[in-house]
Every structure is written in structure tokens, then in C-alpha cells.
């Protein structure tokens, strides 16, 4: 930021002119706008990257598990290092299963409501991770507007008063004043609209990725219960035969 | 995060900078220059009564008077000065005496009174000049004739009567012009006539220089003695000239407004009868007052409405109002002092 002070090179009215001869509380009205825009962008670039990355571990984790891989060795290639995602979804059903066939559970309707249970919570620790920030955005968009205008209504009062002083009604003792109160308003807008527009967009993202990963976690349920249900009929037969 | 961050605090100072540099200065409006539209407030009486002015006055001097009865200069007035009639200005305290250079032209007395025998002969010769008269036309030159000074020769001629006076004289002034004389004829071509035009010039020019009466002599050197005027004397205005119309229009007459006011005062005292038809109850009006606004003598009907109780409302007005004296401007008595009021009540009543 330090650029800034270089460019000051026109009259009166120029941005950073505009900005030294604001009052304490536009001044601060228009930092903390602008240190929203920072963010708020900031938010959207992260937000965006972390997305993409995301969609294609996804295809890359689809592509694997309907590869015809043995389960068992996608669970042990995932569960050595952290997975995310749908992988993440996978290592809690194949944990679950793992465990309750290991202990030698006999029930394998409570143990289809345990796999889906386990699955249902690590969706939701993985799409607050999908989803945090985006709160950012949508109370900067709703918000930095209103800031702005109070920005400006407190610098256009002050400016008012001090044309009040000066005891002249030309309108190049008032325009000044306006202009720096108005700045305040620009700046808010400037942080709001894209804080409005990226938080649409990543929301809409965000959705995306959590129907597919419910997509997966009823797919890989279906395909467990159906492995359950064979399992007991395997089991059943040799007893019927006893 | 970080490298959101990173990029959006890159991206921020960029365009920040650009900002500063490119929206710095906004370029200020090109306000062209509005010509003023010179509004004047005209009041009717600025139209209708218009003074008489002059064209060459100064267009923001003061406006035109009122023409005022101007005594006429007194041709015979000595002193100059203010006053109307000719005295010689006693000295006040404030004024002191002031040495007062008078360029009086000389005393028929104190000119040189050349020799009764003597200046006959420039006489005698200037007649016989006619004679070098060549045949060739050339043109003429009158001028060099001037410097004979006739003056003192024509002095003579009038005054024939010999003076014996001062030995010391200016006739060797005139002798010697004869003298140059016969060096010049070639160049005096002129035809007669025109001589002829030429002399009775210097005969015009030389009879009024002739100083026959003393009170025309202080009169001119009044003229040219402009010094401060200390009282006395008949020049009576210094006002500028000022602009105004090419004649005075009626500055005598009522304006609008007064004989609005007139009008206020006489319907203030009207009561037309409440009954009759508006429209039947117009009445003219004719009176006549005095110069101190009392109606003078009895208002007569001029156009009567039909209707007996109307018209004598109206008169009654007139004489009602009457009682206290009409308030008109005195100094325009000659148009007021007879009018006639139309009364109508449908207008009266709007």
C-alpha cells in the first residue's frame, strides 16, 4: 500500500487527495471498506481455486472407485494420508464396516444405519469446509452498501457545517466536501457488488459439490447395504444347509 | 487462504494505483462564457414623459431635467458670474483677492494714430495695384497681399480726423511696404474680381476688430477671462447637457399610476344603487377643480346612464370626495384641472 502516497500528481480532487481531507469517521468508514474489499476478494480467489481443486479430486476419486479396484486396497492407499472430500465419505462407511465386522456384528440392519451415520457426519465436517467464508461475502454484499452511505452521510454533515462556517454558498466551497463524502459510497459499492456476484456464484458452486458428494455417500450406501445383504444370504445358506 | 489473500491485496494496490494516476484529476468543466441578459426595470412615466436632451451628452450622466423658465443671458451684464442681475461681486471673507489677468483688447485711444499726411500715401498705393496686370491666367495668390496690414490704414480712413499726438508713431513701419512692393507684381496674376472678393474680406474682417463700444469690449474679455466665478453676473446654469428623447412628450401629463390613485379616491366615496342592473349604470362625468384639488363648480352628466339614481350616485361621489380636496400632483394642474370619470360598476365590482 505504500504506492499510494507516489500518486497524488493532480489537483485538488484527486482519489488520495479526496481521502487526506475526509473527517476521522469517513476515513474510517472507507478503510474498513476497503479492507473488506481486500477480503472479500481474497475469500472469492481462495473460494474459487479451492473449488476447482476440489472437482477434480473428485473425478479423480470417481474414476478410481469405479475403476473395478478392490474397496480394500482404495481404503488402504486413502487411509495413510488425509483424505477429503468423497474420499473422506469413503474412509468413515469402509472405517465403520471394517470395525463392525472386525467386532463381528451380527446385525447388518444397524449396521447399514452405523455406515450411513458415519457417512452423514463426515459430509457435514467436509462441507463446512466447502462452505465457511462464504458468510463473509454474503454480509459484505449486504452490508458494505449501508456502510458506505453512512460514510457519506456523516462526511456530507460535516462538510455542511463547515460551509455553514465559511459563510459561502459557491458551489466550489460545497463540491469538495461532496465528493470526499461520496467517495465513501463508491467505496462501498466497489466492495459490495462483487461480494454479491461471488457469493452467488460460490453458494451455487458450494451446492454442486455437496449433491454430489450425497450423489456418492447413497451410491457407496446402496453398494455396502447390497454387500450386507449378500453377506447374509452367503451366511444363512450354510446354516439352512446345517 | 494465503494466496487469496496475496493476489486480492495485489490486485487492490494495482488498481489502486491506477486510480490515483488516471481518475486524479478530473477535467473541469468547459464553461462557456453566458452573456448577461441586461434586464431594465421601465416604468410607464419613463415613456410618456420623456425630457428633451442632447445627443453628444455623456450616455451615463445624469438624466435629463425638467426644463426650467431660463432667464436669457443679460447681453449687457460687465460681471461674470451666477447672478441674474449684473453686479459687481462683493469680496468675501473666504475669497481672497485674486490678481486677475485681463487680456483687454487696446483703447481706440491708445492705438497708433499714424500722421494725418503721412498715411495717405500706402493709400495712394495700394490704388494704382490694378496696373501690373498681365494678360496670363495663372492662379491666384491672394495671400501674399496680407501682410500690408490694413488695419491702421482703415483706422485712418474712418477716423479722417487728423490727431496730433505723440511724435513716436509706426510710420516707418508702413513706409517701407511700398518699398517691397514693385518686387512682387509678376506674382500677382490674379484677375480682378477676385482682388476685388479679397478686399471687401479684409474690409469685413477689419470693421468689427473696430472697438466702437466699451461695454461689447468687457463683454468679450468676460468671455475670455475664464476665471472662477465669484458671484454676480447672468451665465445662469452650469448643468451638463444629458440624454433624453428628441422633445419633451407631455412631462404635464398624469402617468397611469396617478390616475389610478385618482380613481381609488373616488371610488372609495361610490355606492352605485344595489339594485339596478350593472350593466345600465355607466356614467360619464365632467368637473372641474381648483388648484388646490376642490371640485370647482357642479359636475355635469356627459353621458348619462338613463337611470336618474345612478347618475346622481356618481355625482355625489364626485362631490362627496370633493369635500377633503383631491390629492393630484400640483405641478401638472393643467392636466387635471378638468376630467372627466367614467363610472362602471362592472368593472368597479371585478
Redesign the interface.
Known sequence: ?E??GL?????E????ALFMQAGFVVKLVMIGL?AA???????????T?AYGRMRRAFNRFEDTFWSGQSLEELYRSLSDRKPTGMGALFVAAMREWKKSFERGAKSPISLQNRIDRAMDVAMAREMEAVENRLGFLASVGSSAPFIGLFGTVVGIMTSFQAIAGSESTNLAVVAPGIAEALLATALGLVAAIPAVIGYNKLSSDAARLSARMEDFADEFSAILSRQLDERAAAGQRPQAAE | ?R???V???L???VL??W???S????ESFDVQDVEALPVELVSLAELTQVQKGAEDARKDGPSAPVPTEKPPVDKDAVNVGDKERDQAAPETETQKPVEVEQTLLPKPSEAPRPEPDRPLEPVLDTQPEPKPEPTTEMAALPEPRQPVEPDPVKEVIETAEPLPEEPQSRIPDSVPVPAERPERPPAQTARTDSRQETREREQAQAAPRAPDNPSKEDEVAALLNQEQASGGGAQRTRQEASFGGRQNTGGSELTQSEMDALRAQIQACWSPPAALDAGDLKVSIRFKLDRSGMVDGRPTVTKTSGNRAADESARRAILICGQRGYKLPPEKYDAWQDVVVNFDPSVMFR
Not at chain 1, 480532487?13 to 488520495?16: E, F, H, I
Not at chain 2, 481518475?23 to 478530473?26: M, Q, T, V
Open positions: 500500500m504506492q499510494i500518486a497524488a500528481p493532480g489537483g480532487l484527486s482519489l488520495w476497503l474489499s481486500i477480503w472479500s476478494w481474497a475469500v472469492i480467489i481462495d473460494k481455486l | 487462504m494466496v487469496g489473500l493476489t486480492s491485496g490486485l487492490h494496490a489502486l494505483t486510480g490515483m494516476l481518475l486524479s484529476a478530473p
